[in-house]
Every structure is written in C-alpha cells, then in structure tokens.
C-alpha cells in the first residue's frame, strides 16, 4: 500500500473513533503525572526543541547535550517509564504487521508555535520495524521528503484520530511537522496537538 505516491507510507485517516481519542488522552494525562513532560534540547548546541516530550514503555527516546539515545528511564525524574497502556498497544497489533510488541513510544506535546524539522528515526537498533504514528488534538502539517536531505518534499495534513505508518520504503525517509492549527480540534483542553510514535527498538 502507499500513500502520497509513497511505497509503505500507510494512512488511516480517522482509525480512533472520539471516544477512544478521548479515552488516550486520559491514559497519558496518568502518564505525565509521574513522566511529566520535559524539554528536549539538541545534541552539542543545546538548542531547545520546541516540542515538550515524554514515553511510555520500557524505552524512552530523549535528546540532550550527550546525544539522543533511547534509556530506561526519565531524564529528570530518574524514574522508568509507565508501561504502554492496553488501548494504545492495540493500535500497533491492528495496523503495525510486525510480530513482536514496541518497546517505546514518544509522546510528542506541540503548543501551536511548535514544528518539527526534517529529520529521520534512525536511533533503533531494528530500522526494519515500521513507526506508527498516532495523532490527537489540533491538525497539522506533515511533510516528507526522501533519504536524503534537501530532495523533493510532499505534505498532507494529520488530524486528530488520524495514524500513520512509516514502513518500508518510508521507513528512513525524512519528515517533520511544518505548522500546527491552534483551535482546529477541542480534544485538548489546553489546546495544541499530541503525536504518539509506536517504535520498536530491538530485534
Ligand atoms: O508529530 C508527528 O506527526 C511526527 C513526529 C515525529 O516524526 C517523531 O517524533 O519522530
Ligand atoms: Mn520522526
């Protein structure tokens, strides 16, 4: 299958239904009360990022002077990670065909000013397992390129109760967010958008 002309790029525009969404939302508001979110910066510079993060699951993806790498547990609290809930596990078991279960996933906080630059998902040991993206809250604008930076670019928008795979071909393709619509979806109450990335780090 693929999308936007993409060999194993995969939408499923509107897979989680408002209650589900609704439903996610309450499991990770239990997930930042003991991971709460923190500010990534970039490696060396120590530019911040402008997305705010946190993970679920044994794994966690961070970012910091020292590089990004994936740890056990949460950079400021020191403590692990909660589990990956039940609700959002089942979403990588319908639409994810890989065989063994993600060990991470990244909660992504955007406040409207947020984006996220062209970059590829290259920290996981197994770059053979597809990504599953999960959105929740306002819209926004996805972009993907190639396999190398700079090349042709195309982009669609991501809505909430939307998801994505990147598999195959898309796997190691760039991508980021260009802009995020404030106010377009009151599934936050505080507004903003939520990106949830299913990764599978080990063999
Ligand atoms: O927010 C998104 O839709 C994409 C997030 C992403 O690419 C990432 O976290 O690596
Ligand atoms: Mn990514």
Known sequence: ?????????????????????????????????????FQPCMPRTGKPFSVKMTNLGSLGWVSDKQGYRYQPSHPVTGRPWLPIPDDIMTIWNELSDWHVPPEACLVNYYSPEARMGAHVDNDEHNLAAPIVSISLGDSATFRIGGHKRGGPTRSMRLMSG???????????????????????????????????TLRRVNY
Request: charged letters at 20%; a positive charge; aromatic letters at 8%.
């Open 1 to 37: 299958m693929a999308y936007l002309g993409i060999s194993g790029l995969k939408y499923y525009q509107n897979w989680l239904s408002e209650k589900k969404q609704q439903k996610i939302i309450g499991l990770l508001r239990d997930c930042v009360a003991v991971s709460p979110l």
């Open 162 to 196: 939307d998801c994505l795979i990147l598999s195959g071909d898309a796997r190691l393709r760039y991508h980021g967010i260009d802009r995020v619509f404030a106010g377009s979806s009151d599934l936050l109450r505080q507004g903003g958008r939520i990106n949830l």
